[in-house]
Structure formats: structure tokens, C-alpha cells
């Protein structure tokens, strides 16, 4: 049996609770948070705490809060030498307080308060300054049922910017193609079966196997008609320009 406590009621805290909650053998000591409004779902097992000198002694302390307060708060608990990771993907190991022993137990998934996922699908990247450590937080994501990767600060800062190409950048051109449907009273649905088998693909092959379009083509003809299409959006025209050129500078062929 591992004890946590969580520390922040955003998307990433909500749902470890409710991963922990769910494993027999995770003990969720408490959850600190400021504001009870800012939870979504029943609490009434589980131990809330809004005072940092309340925390009471776990195993593991997790950090799931803004990127920007970690630094600051991994100063203000009120102990030294307990384990206290952040999840985040882009903030350094040595930002945490060096009174602590540091980690980090970054779930790699795009996190919303009231979806539902699989923590069975969800890679947990670790990285510690000692084994001991380490081998504990690979303890804790087996007993979520999530498996992990040992990495370093340099390959997780990697991965959360790959993720940001995947995931934020993507859902922007979801977003654009949801205005573009509805400008001309085409329903968005008809477009989620080629989300889904894109994504679909590239478990299969590599992106740039699985690349198809105008641009990979070099079908100057479709391109141009979209261009000319867009003249009512510039922005979106110069987005559009710039990923197929880009898509035509990966396989080698002559930009706009």
C-alpha cells in the first residue's frame, strides 16, 4: 500500500483522486485545496485539507497545480526529505525545493475535468534524483495500472512540446475546421470519421508513411482553389500556406 497526498483540484488532480480512489492499493491520505468550488464530483470520503501546515506524513506528496506556482510552493511545505513530485511536462526537476527528495510524475494525456479516461492508457514519465525514488513512483503508476518510462528532464521537455504539436496545435485545425463547416452550414460530424481513422493510421505506420493530401500530391490545382476559398479568411489562407509547404519540404518537393 502506497499513501498519497494531492495537492491542487485541476484537471491533472481531479483525476488522479479519482484514480487513486479507485485502486486498492493506493491510500489517499488527503487533497489540499483552496477553493472546494473549484472540484468537480462527490468528496465526502475523501479528507480535504486547505492549509499547507495541516498536510498530514504520506509516502508520496504530488504536485498537479500551474505550471508557474510550483517553484513557490515546493518552498512553502512545512517538512524536508519526503518524496514530493510535480506532473508536469515541461517544468525542471530543480525547480522543486532541494529540502525535498525531487521527482516527477508526468501523466501523458490531454486532461479535461469531466471526460472520462483510462488510466490503463495512460503513460506516466518518471524521472527522480534516486532509484529508491524511482522505483517507488513505477509502483505507484503499476498500481494505477498506467505503465511508465524512466526519462530524463531534456527527453520529457521533448515529449510535452511533441505534445503540443499533437494535441493543442490539432485540436486548433479541428477548431478552424469546425468554423470553416459551419460558414457554409455543413454539419462538423461528418468530419469525426477521418479524425478518428487519422489518428487511427498512425498507430499503424509513421506519420510520414501515412502523410496524403494535395500538398504530399502536388496538386497546385486543389491547392490554389483552397487558397482561393480561404481569401475570405487571410489568417487561415497563411496557416494553410505555411503546413503545405511544410508537408512539401518534408517529401521533398518545391514549395509555393
Given at each position: 500500500m502506497i499513501s498519497v497526498i494531492v495537492i491542487g483540484a485541476g484537471n491533472v488532480g481531479s483525476h488522479l483522486v479519482k484514480a487513486f480512489e479507485s485502486s486498492e492499493k493506493i491510500n489517499l491520505i488527503q487533497w489540499y485545496i483552496r477553493d472546494k468550488k473549484s472540484i468537480v464530483g462527490p468528496t465526502k470520503e475523501i479528507e480535504l485539507c486547505n492549509n499547507l501546515n495541516?498536510?498530514?506524513?504520506?509516502?508520496?506528496?504530488?504536485?498537479a497545480i500551474n505550471d508557474k506556482a510550483i517553484e513557490e510552493l515546493?518552498?512553502?511545505?512545512?517538512?524536508?526529505?519526503?518524496?514530493?513530485?510535480?506532473?508536469?511536462?515541461?517544468?525542471?526537476?530543480?525547480?522543486?525545493?532541494?529540502?525535498?527528495?525531487?521527482?516527477?510524475?508526468?501523466p501523458l494525456q490531454?486532461?479535461?475535468?469531466?471526460?472520462?479516461?483510462?488510466?490503463?492508457?495512460?503513460?506516466?514519465?518518471?524521472?527522480?534524483?534516486?532509484?529508491?525514488?524511482?522505483?517507488?513512483?513505477?509502483?505507484?503508476?503499476t498500481y494505477m495500472g498506467s505503465p511508465s518510462y524512466m526519462i530524463n528532464t531534456e527527453q520529457r521537455q521533448a515529449l510535452h512540446l511533441s505534445a503540443v504539436f499533437i494535441n493543442n496545435f490539432s485540436n486548433q485545425l479541428y477548431r478552424i475546421a469546425h468554423e470553416l463547416t459551419d460558414y457554409k452550414s455543413v454539419n462538423f460530424d461528418v468530419l469525426k470519421p477521418l479524425i478518428l481513422e487519422t489518428a487511427r493510421k498512425v498507430q499503424l505506420m509513421s506519420p510520414y508513411n501515412a502523410q496524403t493530401g494535395p500538398a504530399k500530391r502536388n496538386d497546385y490545382v486543389t491547392i490554389n482553389h483552397h487558397l482561393?476559398?480561404?481569401?475570405?479568411?487571410?489568417?487561415?489562407?497563411?496557416?494553410?500556406?505555411?503546413?503545405?509547404n511544410s508537408i512539401k519540404t518534408t517529401h521533398g518537393l518545391k514549395k509555393l
Amino acid at each position: 500500500m502506497i499513501s498519497v497526498i494531492v495537492i491542487g483540484a485541476g484537471n491533472v488532480g481531479s483525476h488522479l483522486v479519482k484514480a487513486f480512489e479507485s485502486s486498492e492499493k493506493i491510500n489517499l491520505i488527503q487533497w489540499y485545496i483552496r477553493d472546494k468550488k473549484s472540484i468537480v464530483g462527490p468528496t465526502k470520503e475523501i479528507e480535504l485539507c486547505n492549509n499547507l501546515n495541516n498536510l498530514k506524513l504520506a509516502d508520496i506528496y504530488i504536485i498537479a497545480i500551474n505550471d508557474k506556482a510550483i517553484e513557490e510552493l515546493s518552498k512553502q511545505l512545512p517538512f524536508e526529505n519526503r518524496l514530493v513530485v510535480h506532473t508536469s511536462g515541461s517544468v525542471a526537476l530543480k525547480k522543486l525545493d532541494m529540502k525535498h527528495k525531487r521527482g516527477v510524475f508526468y501523466p501523458l494525456q490531454t486532461f479535461s475535468k469531466n471526460s472520462d479516461l483510462k488510466f490503463s492508457e495512460i503513460p506516466f514519465c518518471i524521472e527522480t534524483m534516486d532509484k529508491e525514488d524511482s522505483d517507488q513512483l513505477k509502483t505507484l503508476a503499476t498500481y494505477m495500472g498506467s505503465p511508465s518510462y524512466m526519462i530524463n528532464t531534456e527527453q520529457r521537455q521533448a515529449l510535452h512540446l511533441s505534445a503540443v504539436f499533437i494535441n493543442n496545435f490539432s485540436n486548433q485545425l479541428y477548431r478552424i475546421a469546425h468554423e470553416l463547416t459551419d460558414y457554409k452550414s455543413v454539419n462538423f460530424d461528418v468530419l469525426k470519421p477521418l479524425i478518428l481513422e487519422t489518428a487511427r493510421k498512425v498507430q499503424l505506420m509513421s506519420p510520414y508513411n501515412a502523410q496524403t493530401g494535395p500538398a504530399k500530391r502536388n496538386d497546385y490545382v486543389t491547392i490554389n482553389h483552397h487558397l482561393r476559398n480561404l481569401e475570405s479568411h487571410p489568417e487561415y489562407q497563411s496557416l494553410y500556406k505555411q503546413l503545405t509547404n511544410s508537408i512539401k519540404t518534408t517529401h521533398g518537393l518545391k514549395k509555393l
